[in-house]
């Protein structure tokens, strides 16, 4: 019973953990915050921008994972 109690904390506090991200194009210098990155095969880099909610795609970026709050912070939203 503990066991299961305990697997359930665990699985609870992941599920509230969710990431958040700083997407930068080193090209450019833009950068965009997002909550969900996916990376493809050819190398770019693929999500939707959490300011103006546009998909965006990047051959080239650098990605770095930010608080919640610093997201809020830029984004305006939890």
């Known amino acids: ?3 299961i109690a305990l ?3 665990v699985l609870a506090l992941g599920l509230g953990c969710a990431r ?4 930068t194009d ?3 210098g833009q950068v965009y915050y997002t909550r969900d990155v996916d990376k493809r095969d050819s190398g770019a880099a693929e ?3 959490g300011k ?3 998909k965006v795609t990047l051959q080239s970026s ?3 994972r930010i ?3 610093e997201y809020a912070r830029q984004v305006g939203a939890p």
């Open 26 to 28: 080193p090209r450019t």
């Open 20 to 23: 958040r991200y700083k997407v």
């Open 67 to 69: 608080s919640k709050q």
């Open 7 to 9: 697997v359930l904390a």
């Open 1 to 3: 019973m503990k066991r």
């Open 47 to 49: 999500f939707t921008d």
């Open 52 to 54: 103006t909610n546009a």
């Open 62 to 64: 650098v990605v770095e």
